[in-house]
């Protein structure tokens, strides 16, 4: 491991030792924002139990980040994995767990996934966010199926209650990137509302490291995206508001091909001149109803609509690339499981959700509803899905003394069918809950544990098969749901403008479902560990803001007694930002440890052998300065010492690059 990484650690543990060294006073707003995702209502983020940290506009702003996961990576828990730069396909991994294992919401619009659990796109660019909260560990008995690593909630900017005005920013960089939103919103009489549309585009560079991939074929990974933003609400009367939201999303961008080259000679056929595209258009749709029916009992009544098309096409002549297959290995050896680059996809999903929030006193409060989720999805190739979600769920927060305490209790049922076929459907129901307890040393530290359950059920594609979705997969009617088991103790110190937060976590799941290549079957495994800590640390020190993020960990798949893929044992961040009256400059590191992940076969489709990603540290350095009231420039330096890493085997990361950006926010 590099020495310099050590020398990371060290000064990340160090940071933590001066927490106790600080003097008390009023604690800082952008320290401690409010956040919803721990309880479902507003908390200060240094009284919630479960671990959680917030990604506010000001952090994004600065961060100049083009894409969800340039803006995320860092995070604590969180790691990323993506086949090249933006556009590229995108996983997330929270604490050490498979990427199907989370939930992404975005204005509480449970994102889209594929038959097998993927979120397939999350285009959404980070200059229309607001807040990002990031709720780490299971947490299935707040938000039901898939959230045992825990769950991402990213709020768009919306109307606020001050007077509408505009805003606007302008970006370019390195590989002739391009970014541009403009807006308008805020509150007239009791109509509050936001409208923005942004795009960008970029050249890219190539996603395929050609020394790993000598044939391979090298597209730039070009990549345009545009969006449009829109929420209205109204009060109807001082008890009733009624609102609603639309969002659409779409993108396109080039990818490359690492199975380039002669038929003869193993490769698919294509070629330098060869164009891959995929492009996703994705929509949102939400309607609310939000009444206070007594003084104390706020009842909120949510229907949401999404969906995500998307296309792969490619100037291929497929029919003469395949005819050149047969002639090569013979008639029938074609391969349309892999030549069929002509195809789109589609989710579709209605959420409707019944929130209530009752506070029995100042330091009580009671949640409870109901909420259902119906998905459909087309793989393409004639596999229709569905999959419907139905849950019940309370719970109970309170202070009491020094002494807090959270319950949360959920019970769900699962349907999953496969409509293109006689296979019969597939039914699961299971409870979950969490209890945490937090108990006040002192007025400033506060030591906190919680114990959850957590649960996945089985998705169509992992139970009936899928042909068509880049590998072939066969019906297995006997997977069960997995099941997790976590455990969190730790403690939060909280003052003035000092938030530490250091957590031992503890995650056991069985029955986790996993890929066998051998069998073409989605299998249960007996037992997937994990355990470690976290350091989270916000602060501001002699003028200094500093944001810290650590995580040590030992994910363990037991029947083979290996790390799960594109996981490391060790990561985090560190963010310096210093205000000098009208200016401010900042650095941030980003380091990960190594990871274990497979490299293909360029000769052929379903071989690859495995590969070490080394061990990396990616230092940014950043510049701003208030030209007036109303207009900021930015200007960024990313990856400044040109760091040559891979976050998938075989695929690259963006070198040096340059970002400048002009801000502009009417007063």
Not at 220 to 242: F, H, P, V
Not at 441 to 456: E, N, V
Not at 584 to 590: M, S
Request: proline content about 3%; overall charge neutral; aromatic content about 12%.
């Amino acid at each position: 491991m590099k020495q310099q990484f050590s020398k990371k650690k060290i000064a990340l543990l160090c940071i933590f030792a001066l927490c106790l060294l600080n003097e008390i006073q009023a604690q800082s707003d952008e320290i401690s924002p409010l956040v919803i995702s721990a309880t479902g209502y507003q908390q200060p983020l240094s009284n919630v139990l479960p671990s959680v940290s917030v990604i506010t506009r000001e952090d994004i702003e600065r961060s100049q980040a083009p894409t969800i996961a340039d803006l995320l990576q860092g995070e604590p828990g969180l790691e990323i994995g993506r086949n090249g730069g933006p556009g590229q396909v995108t996983s997330f991994f929270l604490r050490g767990n498979q990427s199907t294992n989370l939930v992404i919401y975005v204005d509480g619009v449970r994102a889209p996934t594929d038959g097998y659990g993927n979120i397939t796109s999350l285009n959404i660019p980070p200059s229309t966010i607001q807040q990002i909260e990031i709720l780490r560990g299971d947490s299935s008995a707040l938000y039901g199926n898939a959230a045992i690593g825990g769950v991402i909630n990213i709020y768009t900017r919306q109307g606020g209650d001050g007077d509408s005005k505009a805003y606007a920013s302008l970006s370019a960089g390195t590989y002739s990137t391009q970014d541009m939103l403009v807006g308008y919103g805020g509150r007239i009489n009791d109509t509050k509302f936001n409208i923005n549309f942004s795009e960008s585009n970029s050249q890219g560079f190539s996603t395929l490291n050609t020394s790993q991939f000598q044939l391979s074929n090298p597209n730039n990974g070009q990549y345009n995206r545009q969006s449009i933003n829109a929420s209205l609400s109204q009060n109807i009367t001082k008890d009733l508001e009624l609102g609603g939201g639309l969002q659409y999303f779409a993108s396109n961008a080039t990818y490359g091909d690492p199975y380039a080259g002669s038929i003869a000679a193993g490769g698919d056929g294509s070629n330098s001149a060869t164009t891959f595209n995929a492009k996703n258009i994705s929509t949102n749709f939400n309607t609310f109803a939000k009444y206070r029916i007594s003084q104390d009992w706020i009842t909120r009544l949510d229907i949401l609509q999404s969906q995500l098309n998307s296309r792969y096409y490619s100037n291929a002549n497929i029919t003469a690339l395949t005819a050149e297959n047969e002639a090569v290995n013979g008639s029938g050896s074609g391969n349309p499981l892999y030549y069929t680059t002509n195809y789109s996809t589609q989710s579709i999903q209605t959420f409707t959700k019944w929130f209530n929030t009752y506070n029995l006193d100042k330091d009580k409060t009671a949640t409870f509803g109901i909420d259902r989720t119906q998905s459909g999805f087309n793989d393409g190739f004639g596999d229709q899905m569905s999959q419907i979600l139905q849950g019940y769920h309370a719970g109970y927060s309170q202070r009491y003394e020094n002494l807090d305490i959270q319950l949360n209790g959920r019970h769900d049922g699962v349907a999953v069918n496969q409509l293109s076929s006689s296979n019969s459907n597939q039914n699961y129901s299971t409870n979950t809950g969490l209890f945490g307890l937090g108990y006040y040393i002192t007025d400033a530290l506060k030591i906190t544990g919680t114990s959850s359950k957590g649960f996945q059920a089985p998705t169509a594609a992992q139970i009936f098969g899928a042909p068509g979705q880049g590998f072939s997969t066969t019906f297995n009617p006997n997977l069960v749901p997995q099941t997790s088991y976590s455990n969190e103790a730790g403690f939060a110190y909280s003052k003035s403008e000092w938030l530490t937060r250091l957590v031992y976590f503890s995650t056991r799941t069985t029955n986790a479902i996993l890929y066998q290549s051998s069998t073409g079957q989605f299998i249960n495994t007996p037992y997937l560990t994990n355990q470690g800590y976290e350091l989270t640390q916000k602060a501001r020190l002699l003028g200094v803001n500093l944001s810290a993020a650590y995580t040590i960990q030992n994910p363990i798949q037991t029947s083979t007694g290996t790390a799960p893929q594109l996981i490391s044992k060790q990561f985090g961040s560190l963010d310096l930002n210093k205000p000098f009256g009208i200016y401010d400059v900042g650095t941030k590191v980003v380091f990960s440890g190594t990871r274990q992940s497979t490299l293909v076969d360029p000769n052929n489709f379903y071989a690859s052998s495995p590969v070490t990603l080394n061990a990396y540290q990616v230092w940014s350095f950043y510049a701003g300065m208030k030209v007036s009231e109303e207009w900021t420039a930015r200007v960024r330096l990313n990856n400044a010492f040109n760091e040559q890493y891979q976050l998938v085997g075989g695929y690259n990361t963006p070198g040096r690059n340059l970002m400048l950006t002009m801000t502009y926010q009417q007063k």
